[in-house]
């Protein structure tokens, strides 16, 4: 993740509220984009690199953002993705809506940056993303109601259980998954939704060539078959989970989670002087993970140092690099399909 500078010249980083040096007021301002220092004037506020008179995101009432809009009680324009909030009568969901809408603001940053739906064209018009943060409910007569994290035409819905930490761990050792976080469980589903709203758009052909065709494969079948026989031995040659076995739909997530990973990973690496990497849309995918993959290790064996997961796989098979390399050329793709 990118960082910022505060007036007084200190390093600001993504969830900083305020400054430890000079207590400045912090975030990012919608009009020029820089996560920045603000001078406060009572009921609004000047951002002290475009000096725009901005005013604080609608949702900092809830203290879930930290952005600063034009518009006095507007929505910045990431808190406007998402269509449906808890209940902020509840403390604890609107704690846990805080840690969703952290980890979604990272994900439409990192989208942005890399020029990957919604940020292509038109397709915030033809084809919106949005999401649900919703919780579990229990109607009068003690029928629970359990929302299920998914994705569907553009609507992500996440069930607001997963910002809690203890439920995201007891769920990943009880499906086995080794890596299950938050901002990965958006990174699926915005795989998803470029799946639908982009890759089988402007590439089928050579979507299908390597995950196959989704259209040919009954995906309830395809899922029942999976919790029911397992990933095959060998899935480890061809894909970058278990899980992405499953269905060619969740193959193409799972790939589009792991790219935006590494493309984070290289986005700080790049930030904190530690790497060069070139991340442009010309960029030679197979070369780039084989670099990233040297700080992958690193980073794990510092994990491992703390009893951590490691941080990524630190070695992926061609067949997988070709996949990555496919999410990358995504970004070269200049106009929408008429």
Not at 105 to 110: A, Q, S
Not at 177 to 192: A, D, K, S, Y
Request: hydrophobic fraction near 35%; charged fraction near 20%; include cysteine.
């Amino acid at each position: 993740m990118k960082t910022g500078t505060c007036r007084c010249g200190r390093r600001i980083f993504f969830n900083n509220h305020s400054c430890l040096a000079c207590e400045a007021i912090l975030g990012r301002c919608d009009e020029c984009r820089s996560l920045t220092s603000f001078t406060s004037h009572g009921e609004h506020a000047e951002c002290d690199v475009c000096h725009t008179s901005v005013h604080a995101c609608e949702n900092q009432n809830f203290h879930v953002c930290r952005s600063y809009v034009s518009d006095a009680d507007k929505l910045c324009q990431w808190c406007q993705f998402t269509a449906v909030t808890p209940d902020t009568s509840i403390p604890q969901q609107v704690s846990q809506w805080a840690t969703m809408e952290s980890a979604k603001r990272r994900l439409l940053l990192e989208l942005h940056r890399l020029s990957l739906p919604p940020y292509v064209d038109n397709l915030t018009e033809s084809h919106p993303l949005s999401f649900l943060f919703l919780a579990d409910t229990v109607d009068e007569q003690g029928n629970e109601k359990r929302i299920i994290t998914g994705h569907d035409q553009g609507v992500i819905t996440i069930n607001l259980a997963e910002a809690d930490s203890v439920h995201r761990e007891r769920t990943r050792v009880e499906l086995g998954e080794p890596q299950r976080t938050l901002i990965g469980h958006m990174r699926h589903e915005v795989g998803h939704y470029i799946d639908w709203a982009w890759a089988m758009q402007v590439d089928p052909e050579g979507y299908h060539a390597l995950f196959g065709d989704p259209q040919a494969i009954d995906y309830s079948q395809a899922m029942d078959h999976h919790y029911q026989n397992g990933a095959p031995e060998n899935w480890a040659e061809n894909h970058v989970s278990a899980y992405a076995t499953m269905h060619p739909w969740e193959d193409f997530a799972e790939t589009a989670n792991l790219y935006l990973d590494i493309m984070a990973i290289a986005t700080t690496a790049n930030d904190q002087d530690r790497a060069h990497f070139d991340l442009s849309p010309q960029a030679d995918m197979p070369k780039l993970v084989n670099e990233i993959l040297q700080i992958v290790v690193e980073a794990s064996e510092y994990n491992c140092d703390l009893g951590l997961a490691p941080l990524l796989p630190e070695q992926l098979p061609p067949a997988v690099i070709e996949k990555l390399a496919y999410v990358h050329s995504l970004r070269r793709h200049d106009t929408a399909p008429a």
